[in-house]
């Protein structure tokens, strides 16, 4: 798969996009395919952020902890997300930290991570620069999966 990367601030972002209606419902029912998550989805992301095995991973925005499960096959993981109801719902889901956190302001050293994974999680945010900011103080590279760009 050949994905666009561009550059911000040093920062390498892959962008998988589709403004297709049904991959919203895709990524709905991923959880009840296993598959679709990891040969769809995981797939594109592991390109797009150029993940190779030993990657420090930060999922931003991990939810339920689906495609952090994945991450951690490829390297290590930490699952942050601002919901502590979502938090609870990744424990089990393997045995990465999980750390509560605002994608805005994260509690991360600078290069703490080589790439940062952001999973249908743009609707939920109100700044995207300061949040891509964030994103390249703490990481190299960072892979965004969405649906939605308006």
């Known amino acids: 798969m050949d994905l666009p990367t561009h550059f911000l601030s ?16 895709m990524v709905g029912i991923g959880a009840l395919v296993p598959d679709l998550d990891r040969e769809y989805w995981f797939t594109g992301l592991a390109s797009a952020g150029r993940l190779q095995p030993g990657d420090r991973i930060l999922d931003l925005g991990a939810g339920t902890g689906r495609f952090s499960r994945l991450a951690a096959e490829v390297g290590t993981v930490v699952a942050a997300d601002v919901s ?40 939920q945010l109100a700044d995207y620069p300061r949040v891509l900011a964030e994103v390249a103080r703490v990481s190299r590279r960072v892979a965004i999966a969405t649906s939605d760009m308006s």
């Open 84 to 123: 502590l109801d979502m938090l609870s719902r990744a424990r089990g889901k393997g045995t990465f930290p999980l750390v509560r956190a605002d994608a805005h302001g994260l509690p991360f050293r600078p290069d703490a991570f080589d790439v940062t994974l952001l999973v249908m999680v743009l609707h």
């Open 10 to 25: 040093g920062l390498a972002i892959g962008l998988i996009f589709s403004s297709r209606p049904e991959i919203g419902f």
